[in-house]
């Protein structure tokens, strides 16, 4: 049975708590924090604290931590400190810290996490300190960032004392070789790695063993008519994506964190694929030739799988598909390409698509920005 993760819980409601902040992607906006609109914000913020109502010492506080101490002076509530705005701005990291510290100060002793999820933990406090090093010198933020090796490194000082180091093995695997292709991360990448990475902390520990087997990944031969491929690529042809995507599924590791992808199903020589359509005499499904979609980036395919349904009875799938996914219902976040692959390989009687494929957006589906240029 899958074991509830107070930490991964908290994570979900800061992300809920960020959606409602109307965030122009993975940061906040000056005007979020103008004078006028100050009060709300942090109202609306402080409403997804755990435990705020709980009792007249929590509800205590949850209010100091978000008003000013005194109301006739000027004077910064605490919360808004622990943001750490960096010229007027505020990234997710820093805010879901923040939020994770107020929830502990709130309700007082945290339920009891693991000893993976609090290694976790620390780390981001570290990822943290690092990023606000590059501020410590004059008065206005410069772009916050951490290279990749020196992200590496940390990771590495976790493993060596950790009570999971296959776990932290396979995160410093993934980060291997990034240096001249990812160059220095920003607290945006940053924040999506983390959030990954607490994902699959929770999961690993639910694995026995604490070994994940990822499927073969072999570029198809002589396809049959029974021979099915997942194809998966980056998300459009920019750039950022393809770097973002290095750094959650490196192809050296043995145990990939997620990203931004569009997936294909490859069947009998075509590729089958679901995407966002306004007009209504293009459907929503598709074909292509297999590997050469036009809007994305091929990544790699992954090994075949096998069907034991008749070409006929693919057939008869993919018509009721097209009419059950409607080019107009695609939904970046909850009716996506990876979704409807999904579906489509268990109506074919074949496992479903690994996790890492789609898991970005599963666990960070409020983070609508640093998906947007996967529309269409």
Not at 172 to 194: C, F, I, K, R, Y
Request: charged share 20%; aromatic share 6%; glycine share 8%.
């Amino acid at each position: 049975m899958a074991r509830h993760s107070a930490m991964l819980s908290l994570a979900e409601r800061a992300l809920e708590a960020w959606a409602e902040c109307r965030p122009e992607g993975m940061t906040l906006p000056e005007d979020r924090f103008a004078p006028e609109r100050l009060s709300a914000l942090l109202s609306g913020i402080a409403s997804h604290i755990p435990g705020g109502c709980s009792s007249p010492e929590s509800a205590r506080r949850l209010h100091e931590l978000f008003n000013s101490k005194d109301q006739q002076k000027e004077s910064s509530p605490v919360f808004l400190g622990m943001l750490k705005p960096c010229n007027g701005q505020v990234h997710f990291l820093n805010f879901w810290l923040a939020f994770s510290e107020a929830s502990r100060i709130v309700a007082g002793p945290e339920p009891q996490i693991t000893a993976l999820e609090e290694e976790l933990r620390r780390l981001c406090d570290r990822i943290s300190q690092m990023l606000d090093a590059e501020n410590v010198e004059g008065s206005s933020c410069r772009r916050q960032s951490v290279r990749a090796t020196v992200l590496g490194e940390a990771i590495q000082a976790v493993a060596a004392v950790s009570s999971e180091p296959g776990f932290w093995t396979a995160v410093a695997n993934s980060m291997a070789g990034l240096e001249d292709e990812a160059g220095e991360l920003g607290p945006e990448e940053v924040a999506v790695v983390t959030l990954s990475w607490l994902h699959d902390a929770v999961a690993w520990q639910q694995i026995s063993g604490g070994t994940v087997v990822e499927e073969a990944q072999s570029p198809p031969s002589a396809t049959s008519r029974q021979d099915l491929f997942l194809n998966v690529y980056d998300v459009s042809q920019e750039e950022r994506v393809q770097k973002l995507n290095k750094v959650l599924a490196h192809k050296n590791s043995p145990l990939k964190f997620g990203g931004v992808f569009h997936v294909g199903v490859e069947i009998d020589g075509l590729e089958w694929s679901y995407g966002c359509s306004t007009v209504e005499t293009v459907p929503g499904v598709s074909c292509t030739l297999p590997r050469q979609h036009p809007q994305h980036h091929f990544r790699q395919t992954i090994g075949g799988r096998r069907t034991q349904l008749s070409p006929e009875d693919v057939a008869d799938i993919i018509s009721q598909m097209i009419e059950e996914y409607p080019g107009d219902d695609y939904d970046l976040l909850r009716r996506n390409c990876c979704h409807w692959a999904d579906d489509f390989c268990q109506r074919l009687g074949v496992s479903r698509i690994p996790g890492w494929v789609h898991r970005l957006a599963r666990v960070g589906a409020r983070l609508d920005g640093a998906l947007q240029v996967a529309q269409g």
